[in-house]
């Protein structure tokens, strides 16, 4: 057991029709470091956050259990582990790319009970709070260098533009333990330091990092600890140079990297 977990994971397991994508029979996440998952296409790491982050359910059969900061979420839905102080980026759809910087901001901004935040869009509302989280949106923009873009549609962005959305847009409701879904993928070589950086500064701020990547340079680089997933398995786990050098794991799970 990690001295410090701030996520516990216990049997939890999701099949497809005849494939088991998730069989998890423990998993622990250390708080206020940064986790790589990793593993072959298809070990199953998307359906692990989809289900830890309540975006979608276990299949039943075992006694699946998880906790985040001590606080059990197995029955919860989405919003509910949002609320709790666990956010996840997601890939920047068709339907978020042809709504502006701002709305996608805003979309990230945690509801109150009852509240529809309303889109600039479509009613411009100018309450107190939606002033507030206006404001917020701002900062982060700006700590993310998209201020200036906030009136751009989203899908007008660079690759790595998108990514800083995406992390920038979960920060809106300043999780505990933000997920990160690919960070690196379709990142130009002149955003990747800078994006490395605001992940590294986020933990140096005290969130915990959990990021699901291929690009083993950028795992190697930031990672503070790596789980290898591999058949909806946990395989190996263990401090990033120590795995990342294992040649076993690194033959029987990654392939050449
Ligand atoms: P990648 O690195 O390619 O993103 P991954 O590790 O994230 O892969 P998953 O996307 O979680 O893996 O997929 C795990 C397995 O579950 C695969 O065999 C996949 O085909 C299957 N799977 C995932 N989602 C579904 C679904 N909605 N319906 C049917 N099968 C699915």
Do not use: C
Request: overall charge neutral; aromatic content about 6%; cysteine-free.
């Amino acid at each position: 057991a990690k001295p410090d977990a701030v996520l516990k994971v216990d049997n939890v397991r999701r099949d497809f029709g005849g494939i088991t994508a998730v069989n998890v029979d423990h998993l622990e996440v250390q708080r206020g470091i940064i986790t790589a998952l990793i593993g072959p296409n298809g070990a199953g790491k998307t359906t692990f956050f989809n289900l830890i982050t309540g975006f979608d359910k276990p299949s039943s059969g075992r006694d699946a259990k998880w906790s985040f900061d001590g606080r059990s979420l197995g029955r919860t839905n989405a919003s509910a582990v949002a609320k709790a102080g666990m956010v996840r980026t997601f890939q920047l759809t068709k339907s978020l790319s042809r709504m502006t910087v701002m709305d996608n901001m805003l979309l990230g901004a945690p509801q109150q009970p009852g509240e529809r935040l309303a889109l600039s869009l479509l009613r411009p509302l100018w309450s107190k709070r939606e002033g507030e989280i206006r404001g917020k949106a701002e900062e982060l923009l700006a700590r993310f260098k998209l201020l200036e873009k906030k009136d751009d549609y989203a899908g007008s962005l660079s690759g790595g533009q998108r990514k800083l959305l995406e992390m920038a847009r979960a920060l809106m409701s300043d999780p505990r333990m933000i997920m990160l879904d690919e960070p690196m993928a379709g990142v130009n070589p002149a955003l990747t330091q800078s994006l490395l950086g605001h992940i590294q500064t986020l933990r140096d701020e005290g969130t915990t990092v959990l990021f699901v990547e291929h690009d083993m340079h950028m795992v190697r680089h930031i990672s503070d600890w790596v789980v290898v997933m591999a058949e909806g398995k946990v395989v190996a786990e263990g401090p990033a140079d120590t795995v990342m050098a294992d040649k076993a794991v690194i033959d029987a799970y990654l392939g050449a990297h």
